[in-house]
């Protein structure tokens, strides 16, 4: 398994700021990953971060909303830019640990965006 | 597109069972997950089956898969009150990357003393 941390936990935003989120995980993985949960719903795959090269995003997300770095392969960075209160959402980091198929997720960051 | 889809909320008495169920429509499926999500935390890695398998039992959970009906289900016995969480069915396949999760709604499971 992975420990995985997210910081901020929680952060309420003015629409049209942006915030980072990190995610530090405890050993080196491969995979890392951004999920969104919006309020009622379920998860929604945003982006793999990939190390040393452009994060892959899904459809319907773009870098220019949601930039992502990934220096190393403990750490990556999900920004939400120019936030709407559309924007508010649990944001989670999730990691492949390369074992069967498993995958493993931070806390998760609540925003709130007014 | 996949779909995956769970019933919203289920409610036990302590020391009963709890099946908390999912339907799919991704004949292509190759892992099918259980994670539970307790109020203010992330998700946790219950349990998962291949699909090539109908049963997979761990301690006080069950999983029981039936492929041709693209159904998948969680059994908790003896449910606690601590088992009273969020619990969501996903499923990946490799024709859209294993790494690529597709989750359902989520099944609120509400445990009552």
């Known amino acids: 398994s992975a420990v995985i941390s997210q910081k901020p936990s929680r952060d309420i935003c003015q629409r049209g700021t942006s915030l980072t989120i990190q995610c530090q995980v405890d050993?080196?993985?491969?995979?890392m990953f951004w999920y969104r949960q919006q309020p009622g719903q379920s998860l929604t795959l945003i982006a793999t971060a990939n190390q040393g090269s452009e994060a892959t995003y899904e459809s319907g997300f773009v870098i220019d909303k949601f930039p992502i770095s990934r220096p190393n392969l403990t750490f990556s960075t999900l920004t939400v830019s120019n936030m709407s209160p559309e924007d508010s959402s649990i944001y989670l980091c999730?990691?492949?640990?390369?074992?069967?198929?498993?995958?493993?997720f931070g806390p998760g960051t609540r925003l709130t965006v007014l | 597109g996949e779909d995956v889809e769970q019933s919203l909320f289920l409610s036990v008495r302590e020391g009963d069972s709890s099946v908390i169920n999912c339907t799919y429509t991704d004949s292509s499926s190759t892992y099918l997950y259980w994670y539970k999500q307790e109020p203010g935390a992330g998700l946790q890695l219950l349990t998962y089956?291949?699909?090539?398998?109908d049963m997979k039992q761990d301690q006080r959970l069950t999983v029981l898969l039936n492929k041709k009906d693209k159904h998948l289900s969680l059994r908790i016995a003896d449910t606690q009150t601590g088992d009273s969480a969020i619990y969501f069915c996903a499923e990946t396949s490799d024709f859209r990357g294993a790494n690529n999760l597709f989750f359902g709604t989520g099944t609120r499971l509400t445990v009552i003393p």
């Open positions: 999730s990691v492949d640990t390369g074992g069967p198929s498993e995958q493993f």
């Open positions: 050993s080196q993985v491969t995979m």
């Open positions: 089956i291949f699909s090539n398998m």
